[in-house]
């Protein structure tokens, strides 16, 4: 079945730091991609998508390519600020079911 | 626009007791979901419904049963809760268009003692 494979956490990283959360993927066809963000006592929302190959997902600085060859979408940003302190859910969706990885929380220190 | 809006908020159940969690949202979609949230395992689907008048089951459906109201609620129920059922609960609804992004309620985190 399909499945999703997100790095474990949690990630500890300074202001300012550069951000990368590895995602990988299995799944029939070619799913869309996202990638959800939960802050603190909230439900997740969506941070950015991809609906194909090659496409770059981006938002409130943060980035990913959906890489079809390698099916993969990692999560970058080049500047984490404190206010990024959240866990990231990496999810390829398609038909009536999304797949969500086990989340990766990220604390970001001043 | 509300969105995917849900009560309650918080709730405590002793074991053997039922509740039903309330879920409504106001963007005309057609695909509903019932998820849990347990730490170090993400998100867990628990029933979902494709449409007004069909639910089907997720993940993990043991224990739970669903109702699709009408097109904008859609209910989970609990008959008879075990503490294995303590978790974070969040309903959401998913988009028409082809990305089919999903749109996520606040979540209810039920205790069960």
């Known amino acids: 079945g399909d499945s999703v494979t997100q790095m474990e956490g949690p990630v500890t990283l300074s202001e300012e730091a550069f951000l990368t959360i590895n995602c990988t993927y299995t799944?029939?066809?070619?799913?869309?991609l996202f990638w959800y963000v939960q802050y603190p006592g909230e439900g997740l929302q969506l941070l950015l998508k991809a609906t194909k190959a090659d496409d770059k997902g981006s938002n409130k600085g943060f980035e990913a390519t959906y890489r079809k060859e390698t099916t993969s979408f990692h999560l970058e940003k080049g500047s984490v600020q404190v206010s990024d302190s959240a866990v990231y859910f990496c999810?390829?969706?398609?038909?009536?079911?999304?797949?969500f990885g086990a989340g990766t929380r990220l604390f970001v220190k001043a | 626009n509300a969105g995917v809006t849900q009560t309650p908020k918080f709730q405590v159940l002793k074991t053997g007791q039922s509740m039903t969690l309330q879920c409504a949202q106001d963007m005309n979609h057609n695909s509903m979901y019932w998820y849990r949230q347990d730490p170090g395992m993400g998100l867990r689907l628990i029933y979902y419904s494709a449409s007004e008048g069909t639910t089907d089951k997720g993940e993990v459906p043991n224990g739970y049963n669903v109702s699709r109201l009408n097109k904008r609620e859609f209910s989970l129920r609990l008959e008879s809760a075990a503490p294995s059922q303590t978790s974070v609960y969040f309903c959401?609804?998913?988009?028409?268009?082809?990305?089919?992004?999903?749109?996520f309620g606040p979540g209810t985190r039920l205790t069960v003692t």
């Open positions: 999810a390829p969706g398609g038909g009536f079911k999304t797949i």
């Open positions: 799944a029939t066809g070619y799913p869309s």
């Open positions: 959401a609804s998913r988009s028409q268009d082809w990305s089919h992004e999903q749109y």
